[in-house]
């Protein structure tokens, strides 16, 4: 099987954090034969300096051609006064539009070993394993027209547009249904269906869907009372699933209850299960170029790409595997960590995941 991947490191930390991705998926290509062959280029500010677009033609088709990508993360300060239309977080949203890479998975799972590390009690989040299937490719970030204007009274307005079709929305339901039929069968669809017509039909849809899953038990929840939940009882969720907004935002706010924001993967798949596979996590400009990013998402992401992408299960469990005796020996980047563990650099996190990847 060809494992094309191409490797996007992006901007702030994403080039720290995929060096030591990169180290352990070639340790993990040795040790399992993968036959996996890199090749490199840039996406969001570092591809507008190179190549004056956040997301350059050649770059799409690269990505086209390749079995899976990888990427850091994208974006920085440095980007922030430029034409909005060229930011570095539009290449990202492009590729993602472009791949129509509309299946957002972003598992948040408790290592038992940072349960010290939660935002949350032990108790109330020991063994958490929640998967966010957000949907990637449509709703408010891509929905036309959005403007920026001054009205003829001189007040500057602006607006975007949320829109889903039934077609978007029945595709991502099925992720959802068929990621909970596989897990604990249960899924909670989340919207905003008391006010937001996108809302109304999304919620519609997944009752459609639902009935070709007798087996999974559905249930429908508003946005707020789920960012609530989530922080109150996050153990009740298996599966959720919910729009590309939402899905955001309640992804940045479970990868607490995991310890860290560092922590959390994720795989964002097409139709076929070609994908890309970031951290959930942005580019981190106030702690770029320290040394001190958490690598464990990115990492994690790799270990993601081997499963859902090449069916390497043997090769995806051992990362994850790898990680999780990392923690054991107690080593921690600065987001993970409490008393009687040892703070460690991103390179030092990489580079004792490998060691542990190697010895296994
Ligand atoms: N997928 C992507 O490429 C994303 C890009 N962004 C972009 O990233 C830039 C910064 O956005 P923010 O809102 O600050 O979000 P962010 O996720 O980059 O950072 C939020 C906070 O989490 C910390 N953090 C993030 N990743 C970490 C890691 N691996 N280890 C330790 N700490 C970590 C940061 O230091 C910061 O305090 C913006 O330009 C934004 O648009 C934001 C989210 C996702
Ligand atoms: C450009 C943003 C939509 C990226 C982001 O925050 C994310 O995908 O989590
Ligand atoms: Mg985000």
């Known amino acids: ?29 040795d040790k399992f034969d993968l036959g996996a062959e890199l090749s490199y280029d840039d996406l969001g500010g570092a591809a507008y300096d190179r190549y004056g677009s956040p997301l350059a033609d050649e770059t799409l088709e690269r990505a086209r051609q390749a079995d899976a990508i990888l990427l850091g993360a994208v974006g920085g300060p440095k980007w922030d006064a430029i034409d909005p239309a060229l930011r570095p977080e539009r290449g990202l949203l492009k590729i993602r539009s472009q791949l129509e890479l509309f299946g957002n998975l972003r598992p ?61 929305v029945r595709r991502i339901a099925k992720v959802g249904f068929d990621s909970a039929r596989v897990r604990g069968k249960k899924l909670c669809s989340v919207d905003k269906a008391n006010v937001l017509a996108s809302s109304q039909l999304w919620r519609e849809v997944v009752e459609e869907v639902g009935k070709d899953y007798p087996d999974v038990e559905l249930s429908h929840m508003y946005v707020d009372n789920a960012a609530m939940q989530l922080v109150r009882a996050p153990k009740q969720f298996d599966v959720v699933v919910t729009d590309n907004l939402f899905g955001d935002i309640l992804s940045d706010q479970a990868s607490m209850l995991t310890g860290s924001i560092g922590m959390l993967p994720s795989a964002s798949l097409d139709a076929n299960n070609k994908g890309m596979y970031e951290p959930c996590h942005g580019s981190a400009p106030d702690i770029a170029g320290k040394g001190i990013a958490n690598p464990l998402a990115t990492i994690l992401s790799v270990s993601m790409m081997l499963r859902y992408s090449f069916n390497q299960v043997e090769a995806a469990d051992a990362i994850e595997q790898a990680v999780s005796l990392v923690l054991d020996q107690k080593l921690r980047t600065g987001d993970i960590m409490s008393e009687g563990c040892q703070l460690v650099g991103t390179a030092q996190m990489g580079d004792a995941v490998a060691a542990a990847l190697k010895n296994l």
Do not use: H
Request: net charge negative.
């Open 1 to 29: 099987m060809s494992m094309k991947i191409l490797v996007l490191p992006g901007d702030g930390i994403g080039p720290e954090i995929m060096a030591e991705a990169v180290k352990v998926l070639e340790l993990a290509n």
């Open 108 to 168: 948040a799972i408790l290592y038992p070993q940072l349960a010290e590390a939660s935002t949350l009690k032990p108790e109330v989040v020991s063994g958490l394993d929640i998967l966010i299937v957000r949907e990637l490719t449509g709703g408010i970030y891509f929905g036309q027209p959005r403007e920026r204007k001054v009205l003829e009274s001189g007040e500057r307005f602006a607006f975007d547009t949320l829109p889903y079709s039934e077609s978007e």
